[in-house]
């Protein structure tokens, strides 16, 4: 039987997400997916989409409101796989009781303003370029090794190398078992 694995979009939800696909295409095979759009988990409702006025609704409200859904609907432990607010719905859904085999993070905003580290092996992966990743004191206040690739910044995620590497990297977690953790680093 397949592993379960939850995949939580990025602030734009399914309405910019053609990249989502792919991830879908290489992990479909591996995995019993279940896919959540943010902007749908969070209940979002902005009358013009701009990047300004959907940030503004998740850190006011949305956020908690996707983490509170979660809550109801995922009570079986899944491996977590979450991009930009989505990896920091996942982040806080753990924290807040929502089981977790693992979290894997790709420019999670928001998690730099965390203090409470998920109760589950933990995986962050952000651009060297990102204006919105922690900074070194963070990682090191968390326990979590940091890992950063170059020459990327904050929508690395959308890009055909960060996508076959994400994928490569929870394919090798599950066929191999191997776990990664707060202090080591799995690559």
């Not at 996707?66 to 990896?87: I, R, T």
């Not at 690739?149 to 090798?172: A, P, S, W």
Request: glycine share 8%; with cysteine.
């Amino acid at each position: 039987m397949a592993e379960r694995l939850v995949i939580l979009s990025d602030m734009w939800g399914s309405k910019k997400g053609l990249w989502i696909t792919s991830y879908l295409g290489y992990l479909q095979q591996y995995f019993d997916i279940t896919f959540y759009d943010c902007q749908e988990l969070g209940d979002l409702e902005v009358a013009v989409s701009s990047e300004e006025n959907i940030h503004h609704a998740f850190v006011n409200g949305g956020i908690d409101t996707a983490v509170a859904h979660l809550l109801k609907k995922e009570n079986e432990p899944a491996h977590y796989l979450g991009f930009s607010v989505g990896g920091a719905i996942a982040w806080k859904a753990n924290n807040m009781g929502v089981p977790m085999k693992s979290l894997y993070a790709v420019s999670a905003t928001r998690v730099r303003v965390e203090t409470q580290k998920p109760n589950c092996p933990i995986r962050l992966l952000f651009g060297d370029q990102d204006i919105y990743r922690p900074k070194s004191t963070w990682y090191e206040k968390m326990g979590i090794e940091r890992e950063l690739i170059k020459n990327f910044g904050h929508e690395m995620y959308t890009d055909e190398k960060m996508i076959k590497k994400v994928c490569l990297d929870l394919l090798n977690l599950v066929t191999q078992k191997n776990r990664y953790g707060s202090k080591e680093k799995a690559v």
